[in-house]
């Protein structure tokens, strides 16, 4: 019996043989987005009865916008790695907190670079067209939820930051930047438009080892900052040569 279920698990989690081929056409990919920050320190929100769930902190005064790009490289048919780079900024202010007659506000610029891993829940269907791993976008092929992807997300990286206080915070500013660690999590969804394109957003929130993003330090602190970035991103898929390698590669070789 213990066998039979053993085989049965097999089956469902292994791509077929012809799936298993046609993602490996479009191996490489490079993507573009922008979207939105939600930063979590010290300035600003809310005490903790005052503040279900911590919903109450996040405020349309605070977000700010970030842009990205990242390369992905697929290692198998669900998982792939992915380097990215985002350029943003996070904006922290007392206005509307439990600290409001504090008047504390600070503005932060930011660069995120990140290593990153992503595990494929749900695949898409169109990698089993060979048609759409061409570059077609006959959408008749195949339905709207059969070109999605759901996917998970962690790895690590660090935030270089400068901050930038107003006349009430200066004089408690410890530090005016600097760089520190940070991990990442999240989830994200494509929508598979080609066998070529993808459109997709993506949610993530950011643990960071620093406790000082926004420029200030409570006494009273018991955690380090947090961020959460909200991107739409643009995806392009790079047709692989038979070597392995992008095909633009694979042709300048063969000119050689």
């Given at each position: 019996?213990?066998?039979?279920?053993?085989?049965?698990?097999?089956?469902?989690?292994?791509?077929?043989?012809?799936?298993?081929?046609l993602?490996?056409?479009?191996?490489?990919?490079?993507?573009?987005?922008?979207?939105?920050?939600?930063?979590?320190?010290?300035?600003?929100?809310?005490?903790?009865?005052?503040?279900?769930?911590?919903?109450?902190?996040?405020?349309?005064?605070?977000?700010?916008?970030?842009?990205?790009?990242?390369?992905?490289?697929?290692?198998?048919?669900?998982?792939?790695?992915?380097?990215?780079?985002?350029?943003?900024?996070?904006?922290?202010?007392?206005?509307?907190?439990?600290?409001?007659?504090?008047?504390?506000?600070?503005?932060?610029?930011?660069?995120?670079?990140?290593i990153?891993?992503?595990?494929?829940?749900?695949?898409?269907?169109?990698?089993?067209?060979?048609?759409?791993?061409?570059?077609?976008?006959?959408?008749?092929?195949?339905?709207?939820?059969?070109?999605?992807?759901?996917?998970?997300?962690?790895?690590?990286?660090?935030?270089?930051?400068?901050?930038?206080?107003n006349?009430?915070?200066?004089?408690?500013?410890k530090?005016?930047?600097?760089?520190?660690?940070?991990?990442?999590?999240?989830?994200?969804?494509?929508?598979?438009?080609?066998?070529?394109?993808?459109?997709?957003v993506?949610?993530?929130?950011?643990?960071?080892?620093?406790?000082?993003?926004?420029?200030?330090?409570?006494?009273?602190?018991?955690?380090?900052?947090?961020?959460?970035?909200?991107?739409?991103?643009?995806?392009?898929?790079?047709?692989?040569?038979?070597?392995?390698?992008?095909?633009?590669?694979?042709?300048?070789?063969?000119?050689?």
């Open positions: 019996m213990r066998n039979i279920l053993f085989a049965i698990m097999l089956l469902l989690f292994l791509p077929s043989p012809g799936s298993a081929q993602w490996k056409m479009r191996r490489y990919e490079v993507s573009a987005g922008i979207g939105t920050t939600q930063f979590f320190g010290d300035i600003g929100g809310y005490s903790k009865g005052d503040n279900i769930l911590g919903l109450k902190d996040i405020s349309f005064t605070n977000t700010r916008i970030n842009i990205n790009t990242a390369f992905k490289y697929r290692i198998l048919d669900n998982v792939s790695a992915r380097l990215s780079l985002s350029f943003g900024s996070f904006h922290a202010t007392d206005e509307k907190g439990s600290n409001e007659g504090r008047g504390f506000e600070s503005s932060t610029q930011f660069i995120e670079p990140l990153i891993g992503e595990y494929y829940i749900i695949k898409n269907k169109g990698e089993n067209s060979y048609q759409r791993m061409k570059g077609s976008s006959n959408s008749s092929l195949l339905g709207f939820f059969q070109m999605l992807d759901f996917y998970i997300y962690s790895g690590f990286g660090g935030l270089v930051y400068n901050v930038k206080p006349e009430k915070l200066e004089p408690y500013l530090e005016s930047g600097g760089f520190t660690g940070v991990i990442p999590l999240g989830i994200g969804a494509n929508f598979n438009y080609t066998g070529a394109y993808n459109f997709g993506e949610l993530g929130g950011r643990y960071t080892f620093s406790d000082n993003i926004d420029g200030y330090t409570s006494d009273f602190s018991k955690s380090n900052d947090m961020y959460y970035l909200l991107n739409f991103t643009f995806t392009y898929k790079i047709r692989t040569g038979e070597n392995g390698l992008p095909l633009f590669m694979s042709s300048k070789r063969r000119r050689r």
